[in-house]
């Protein structure tokens, strides 16, 4: 099947659908459809390679976090050919709770993340996902 060409309305749509199923907490095999077989993916906890790691890093964090929202404020995609190198701008709010703590604690972030993304069959699909920086929303409990 060829891929699909990649355009900036493809590539800000699926930025979109992206942070969708996180904050779901989609079934891991909906979101490993939106990643290569070779993903590198870095979050400031840690590197995850292929479908295998980043499963990890899914099952971890959909586990510890809830009440997730992303808002996604840039994506600014520079397309060359059957690939984009995309910056992408998401504000994060979350919480988490450990026990035994009576209560839950909230989260919030801006992060600033650089993708690489292919055209796939189906539409874009994250080769390369990069936090440069999680800055920290006044009041946040830290990570």
Known sequence: ???????????????????????????????LALIT????????????????GFGRWYEAVTHRFFDEVHTVTKVEPVIEGDRAIVR??????????DAPDARSVWLGFDADQTWTVVAGPDGPLIRQYTVNELAPMPGSASL
Do not use: C, S
Not at 2 to 20: C, D, G, M, Q, S
Not at 89 to 96: E, G, H, R, S
């Open 1 to 31: 099947m060829p891929a699909e060409r990649l355009t900036e309305n493809a590539i800000r749509a699926f930025a979109e659908k992206w942070y969708v199923a996180l904050d779901q907490h989609v079934a891991p095999e909906q979101v």
């Open 37 to 52: 077989e070779d993903l590198e993916f870095k979050v400031p906890e840690d590197t995850f390679l292929g479908h295998q």
């Open 88 to 97: 992408v701008l998401v504000n994060w709010q979350a919480k988490i709770w």
